[in-house]
């Protein structure tokens, strides 16, 4: 089992940037692959970014490719998410998730099997 803790969300103005953080506890981060989705309220969790167990690969959604950034540090057992020229529409709910290791970073929630209890980003215009 591993716990996961996000932190870093909050309210920013549209341009803004904000560091969003996951901690993991319970057991190593390091032989899985780590992702960031969100939701917004009324719509279905969307892939946002992910970085394979290595820290080899990353895969970013093309709604946020080239403005986020994921990062991850297994000796700290944490994963990162840099957010940057924020707009409006990425405001929502940021979840934190855990998978398999393996040679496919998977964009789907249901190839995910821990989940942290997310932190709230609102981006004003």
Do not use: H
């Not at 996961?4 to 803004?16: A, I, P, R, T």
């Not at 940037?17 to 901690?23: N, Q, V, Y």
């Not at 309220?41 to 950034?69: H, I, L, M, Q």
Request: glycine letters at 12%.
């Amino acid at each position: 089992q591993v716990q996961l803790v996000e932190s870093g969300g909050g309210l920013v103005l549209s341009g803004g940037s904000l560091r969003l953080s996951c901690s993991a506890s319970g057991r190593t981060i390091s032989t899985s692959n780590m992702a960031w989705f969100r939701q917004a309220p009324g719509k279905e969790r969307e892939f946002v970014a992910a970085r394979s167990w290595t820290g080899a690969r990353t895969y970013y959604a093309d709604s946020v490719k080239g403005r986020f950034t994921i990062s991850r540090d297994n000796a700290k057992n944490t994963v990162n998410l840099q957010m940057n020229s924020l707009g409006p529409e990425d405001t929502a709910a940021y979840y934190c998730a855990a998978g398999a290791r393996g040679p496919v970073i998977a964009t789907t929630p249901s190839e995910y099997n821990y989940w942290g209890q997310g932190t709230q980003v609102a981006v004003s215009s």
